[in-house]
């Protein structure tokens, strides 16, 4: 397979994809051409959260309970998921807004205007949590630095670079996005299960499970996007990079994560691995690589009921709810505050 041969190609097709060709005539968002998009634009839109809706006032103590081994497995982890959006992918909200400079179509452009925001909303809430667990600022940033340099977490943002650059071919950026968006959560998304079990660490436990529900909802809206495509990748081509996403994600968590100690099992992690990139290559229209059954149906079937519609409560104990409604002390006395007696 000669990958670069494949990627001219279809850079030279993008011009005749009716999402990507140039499109002078919709100034407007309606009427709605494509309804399908603008569904899980307004699904995602329904589904939008904020950081300081979660209440992470009971995870430091929570974690002391811990054994050390897992307590520094979820360290590690909370620090790779806060620079993950960052430094680790090379900026997802970057990579967001590739996909949405190279769709033309105004429905494709609004999903991706959202996904942008909420990943931003996903680091803001991820560094809260890091905040909590490791209060000290000089030891949280040397532990980043450490991390960033552990070639298994070199490999994921090797991952997106090769696929998500800007001379990408949009075919091969979507079905990248698509199996990062869903395989680099998925070993967070075992490790909160396994946390909610234990009734352990309610805020990361609840900010994964949005972070969760809307990383899936970003891999099948890329996923329905590759759909829509006339050109597509070569089978051989997805199918080696979902098994390439897997062992990249996997090594990951064994680099970062004490299995034993967290009471995970590590073939059952991997199968979960597994189970999710042929889910992501069925909804790419590719056929599955690994047939592999879902050891934790119990979680992803928890997953797929809050998919369909999660309420987010605001938390008493949030640290900026109140300052972000009515202002503080510090405001002027004109300070716009959406309380006021109008």
Not at 218 to 240: E, G, Q
Request: charged residues 25%.
């Amino acid at each position: 397979m000669d990958v670069s041969s494949c990627r001219a190609a279809l850079r030279g097709h993008e011009a005749e994809e009716q999402i990507l060709k140039d499109n002078p005539g919709r100034w407007v968002v309606l009427p709605i051409a494509y309804p399908q998009v603008w569904d899980m634009f307004k699904k995602h839109e329904a589904c939008f959260w904020t950081a300081e809706e979660i209440d992470f006032a009971q995870d430091a103590g929570g974690l002391a309970t811990l054994p050390d081994k897992a307590i520094t497995s979820v360290k590690k982890l909370t620090l790779l998921n806060s620079a993950s959006n960052g430094s680790v992918y090379g900026n997802l909200s970057v990579l967001s807004c590739r996909l949405l400079c190279d769709v033309t179509i105004p429905e494709a452009r609004a999903f991706y205007g959202m996904q942008v925001a909420m990943e931003n909303i996903h680091r803001e809430a991820q560094t809260y949590l890091a905040e909590t667990l490791m209060p000290d600022p000089t030891q949280r940033e040397a532990d980043i630095k450490e991390l960033l340099c552990m070639p298994a977490v070199q490999g994921l943002g090797a991952y997106v670079k090769e696929h998500c650059s800007t001379d990408t071919p949009f075919a091969e950026k979507a079905a990248g996005c698509a199996l990062m968006k869903r395989l680099f959560s998925a070993g967070t998304d075992v490790v909160a299960y396994v946390l909610k079990g234990r009734k352990l660490l309610p805020g990361l436990v609840q900010v994964q499970s949005l972070i969760g529900r809307d990383e899936r909802a970003h891999s099948d809206f890329a996923a329905l996007l590759y759909r829509m495509l006339t050109h597509k990748l070569p089978n051989d081509l997805v199918v080696c990079m979902a098994k390439d996403a897997v062992e990249k994600s996997v090594a990951a968590m064994d680099a970062l994560v004490d299995y034993q100690s967290m009471g995970i099992n590590r073939d059952e992690l991997v199968g979960y691995h597994k189970w999710c990139a042929d889910s992501v290559l069925e909804s790419l229209s590719h056929g599955k690589a690994f047939m592999t059954p879902n050891p934790y149906t119990a979680m992803t079937q928890e997953m797929t009921s809050k998919c369909e519609g999660q309420e987010v409560q605001p938390s008493t104990g949030s640290r900026h709810i109140r300052v972000c409604l009515s202002g503080s002390d510090t405001h002027p006395k004109d300070y716009f505050s959406l309380n006021e007696d109008f």
